[in-house]
């Protein structure tokens, strides 16, 4: 029977939002791979007691500050582990391999470079993804939607989904090259159509329907990792299927009533948190949210955010 371990790991970013990682030893379980620091929770632990002790060990800072960042479920041929983790806000000290082990900073768009246990590699993406998910509305015009992209660019959108059913294929794709020139190397822009599109925007990441979900059933991954992959979902299924697919991230809605889906029956905080808790990704929560609910996103579980009305710079 396998053994069961609460770990705990942090995010630990410095004054030049640089994450630091630290090198297993050889002569340990998976070693040779890069980790985010912590360790095992000892009996009569809370997980952020844990965390703090673990931080002094391992690389002499004192934890000041931390939020819950993601909590991932991950079994191993030999164990189960429980890895709650804390994204470390503040902290007094210089960081160094306090027990020997070699510790790097290194900038968020490089962590994908690094070789990491399994039961890291979500919160490689939840480390690279903001709390924030602009998406933009339906029934405006091409004009309208570059302008309002570029004002919530400069407001600081770092996640930009493109949502424009309405417009046609070749004006999707134009406005779609467009806004891919204005995000380079300021936010991550995500696309959502068809998937024969994919080669003819090699940059964009992808945002699968609940639709495409279900048509991918049983398939692989359709795009190549390392270029972010995303599915919006509604419920514990479509939840399940996102993770067969090895999706980066997903939207779970409705949260709350919505002006544009009035007719859904919203899921509530409860289930939202409950439905957070069997899935092992980033979720942006998603249905009449807006900044404002954005604590109470995270306090469940969620990534952030993730808003049409509620980001949208423009009046609709």
Not at 41 to 65: F, H, K, N
Request: aromatic share 8%.
């Amino acid at each position: 029977m396998s053994k069961r371990v609460h770990v705990v790991a942090a995010v630990i970013r410095n004054a030049k939002q640089q994450i630091l990682l630290a090198l297993r030893p050889s002569d340990k379980h998976m070693g040779g791979l890069w980790e985010f620091p912590g360790g095992k929770c000892e009996a009569g632990e809370s997980p952020q007691q844990a965390l703090a002790r673990e931080l002094d060990e391992e690389l002499g800072i004192v934890m000041a500050a931390a939020q819950p960042l993601i909590q991932v479920r991950h079994n191993y041929p030999d164990v189960h582990v429980l890895l709650d983790v804390y994204e470390v806000l503040d902290f007094h000290g210089e960081a160094y391999g306090a027990e020997g082990q070699e510790v790097r900073w290194v900038a968020t768009s490089a962590l994908p470079e690094y070789q990491f246990p399994a039961a890291n590699r979500t919160i490689v993406s939840a480390a690279q993804l903001p709390q924030k998910y602009f998406i933009t509305p339906e029934g405006v015009s091409v004009e309208q939607l570059y302008s309002g992209a570029e004002q919530a660019l400069a407001a600081g959108c770092e996640l930009l989904q493109l949502r424009a059913a309405h417009l046609p294929k070749l004006e999707y794709q134009a406005l779609a090259r467009r806004l891919q020139a204005l995000c380079a190397g300021r936010a991550h822009l995500m696309l959502k159509g068809e998937l024969a599109w994919l080669a003819e925007l090699p940059e964009a990441g992808w945002h699968l329907t609940a639709q495409q979900l279900h048509e991918f059933s049983g398939q692989q991954r359709p795009i190549a990792s390392g270029r972010w992959l995303a599915a919006s979902c509604h419920d514990a299924q479509e939840l399940a299927l996102a993770a067969a697919l090895e999706v980066d991230f997903v939207t779970l809605s409705p949260v709350l009533p919505t002006q544009t889906h009035p007719h859904a029956e919203p899921l509530g905080w409860d289930m939202a948190q409950a439905l957070l808790r069997q899935f092992n990704a980033p979720v942006f929560l998603l249905g009449g949210l807006t900044e404002q609910e954005l604590a109470q996103a995270r306090a469940v579980g969620g990534q952030g955010v993730a808003a049409i009305r509620g980001f949208w710079p423009q009046r609709l």
